[in-house]
């Protein structure tokens, strides 16, 4: 295990006080999940949580949601007590974000526990606050003998299974929270827009599962208070506060956020939808996206906007978090012997090498939304994700992962790791030069994991083109299976700052380890 600060959990009344409580009713009111009312009477409400986003060895980003027009104040402090506590002035919140907005931390201490509140100030008197929403998060390490741990998965509320309070929720999310760990990667799928939501669903078995129902789960979204609505929705579970407010993440997005297996430039024939333009609907859907999930590099000028990026935790580890959907071609049969624009686009690309040549850490993890070698398809003839079902040499989205993997072993670039979710299962693949079709790369490892909240599904098959081996496989015999009957799957990165080894755990609900890789520091072909 890590050598980590030795700083003990936060307790549940820190990461809890002021929480909301979701009643067990299925059907949440109009009144919960509607724009807040703009009454001048009472205090402003944060009652949907904090979350703390990006963090770094001396910055975050610290969310918050009112229920009314509010100014943002947030209070750090080495202790529970707040004593010598910092202030940070933030924003005036509004409806133009949906009465969401963030505040950045800046000039934080390395390696340390931070502990931070939450006050929403009455924009007109700001001697009437609200109840404090407190939260807590480590910042990243200066020294490598810190070490690293963060776990990851993807998946939430797809497929019809959303909060169940038959079973307490999003129950995986407080077992994720008991491993404290120092930052949580969701690797897209945050939502589905494109999945209604019924109040019960009958099991295989005869068991009736029941969700927690809104107005905004009960279409596809294709407003922007639509989408807005998506996002809120998992906030409505305990569990997921509690976990946002002792857990950073680094969020990214794939296709759900939108809709199923979109694409720039799409025209939908669907005739769920009233608006066929999957270019407006995305940009509807990055808008709540932006103002629902702290995310650095959402928040610049228009002209600045992306989610790419690489976010820093300290010497041990550069994490670049990538877009596979804002830049993607149209999904096709991937035969084309030429393409530059692929599932990154030639910027995203030139941006990845670029910043994988220049980073020191000793481990580089490439977080992608979707798999690398397992053959996603959609529709009976195109296809989804990179691999296109062709053993052969590189051909369509195929080329781009070529030319990123040749450039890597041509660098000398060491200790790559590619982590996604998609899915909906979890598994290890280990892909050699050796069994493929094309060669000029350096061995490396992809670990698979998910769903979080959502159907399970059976294994992909593998397409041999970079040479996976599929080590460990863990997923169901037939689609979709609910929650109630399958356990939710998320993965573990221990770094050990001591020998640097990095550890993978594939990790079942209920506590079990399925499967778990050592992987050595400076080296390749493991």
């Given at each position: ?493 221990d770094i050990d700052g001591e020998s640097g080894e990095l550890t993978v755990r594939l990790r079942a609900q209920g506590g ?15």
């Amino acid at each position: 295990m890590s050598n980590r600060p030795s700083v003990p959990a936060p307790g549940r009344r820190t990461v809890l006080r002021g929480s909301l409580l979701v009643s067990a009713a299925v059907t949440v009111p109009v009144a919960v999940t509607a724009a807040p009312a703009f009454a001048l009477s009472g205090r402003p409400s944060a009652s949907w949580g904090v979350q703390v986003g990006d963090v770094t060895a001396s910055s975050a980003l610290v969310w918050v949601r009112s229920d009314r027009p509010a100014r943002m104040v947030v209070e750090t402090s080495a202790t529970e007590s707040f004593r010598r506590a910092r202030t940070w002035h933030g924003p005036l919140i509004g409806a133009r974000t949906d009465f969401t907005r963030t505040t950045p931390l800046y000039g934080l201490p390395a390696g340390e526990q931070v502990h931070y509140r939450v006050t929403l100030a009455d924009p007109h008197d700001p001697r009437r606050t609200g109840k404090p929403v407190y939260g807590t998060f480590r910042t990243a390490p200066a020294r490598r003998r810190d070490g690293v741990r963060f776990l990851w998965s993807g998946d939430i509320a797809g497929q019809g299974w959303g909060i169940n309070p038959d079973i307490g929720g999003y129950r995986v999310y407080d077992e994720m929270r008991r491993l404290d760990p120092d930052f949580f990667l969701c690797s897209g799928d945050n939502i589905y827009a494109d999945g209604v939501l019924e109040p019960s669903v009958t099991l295989p078995d005869g068991r009736v599962w029941r969700n927690i129902t809104t107005v905004e789960k009960s279409k596809v979204a294709e407003t922007l208070d639509e989408y807005r609505g998506n996002f809120r929705y998992n906030l409505l579970d305990d569990n997921l506060r509690a976990f946002n407010a002792q857990v950073p993440s680094v969020i990214q997005w794939d296709d759900h956020e939108v809709r199923n297996n979109w694409y720039p430039g799409q025209i939908l024939d669907d005739v769920r939808y009233t608006e066929k333009n999957v270019d407006l609907l995305a940009t509807r859907s990055m808008r709540a996206f932006r103002e629902y999930f702290p995310v650095p590099t959402l928040q610049a000028s228009p002209a600045e906007r992306r989610m790419h990026r690489v976010v820093r935790h300290g010497p041990l580890l550069d994490l670049f978090v990538l877009d596979m959907r804002s830049f993607r071609n149209a999904n096709s049969p991937g035969r084309q012997p030429d393409d530059t624009t692929g599932i990154l686009g030639a910027e995203q690309l030139s941006w990845l090498k670029r910043e994988l040549s220049r980073s020191r850490a000793v481990w580089k993890v490439i977080a992608a939304d979707m798999p690398l070698g397992l053959v996603v398809p959609d529709g009976a003839t195109d296809f989804e994700a990179v691999a296109q079902g062709d053993p052969g040499a590189p051909l369509g989205r195929e080329l781009q992962i070529a030319e990123l993997l040749r450039h890597i072993k041509h660098r000398g670039i060491t200790g790559t790791v590619w982590l996604t979710a998609d899915v909906h299962y979890t598994s290890a693949q280990h892909y050699a030069p050796e069994r493929a079709a094309f060669k000029d790369f350096a061995p490396f490892w992809e670990f698979v994991s998910g769903p979080l909240a959502a159907g399970s599904f059976p294994a992909n098959v593998l397409d041999g083109t970079f040479g996976p081996d599929r080590v460990f496989v863990r997923a169901p015999d037939r689609e979709n299976v609910s929650p109630m009957e399958q356990p939710q799957f998320f993965g573990e990165v221990d770094i050990d700052g001591e020998s640097g080894e990095l550890t993978v755990r594939l990790r079942a609900q209920g506590g079990t380890v399925l499967f778990s890789k050592v992987l050595q520091p400076g080296r390749t072909g493991q």
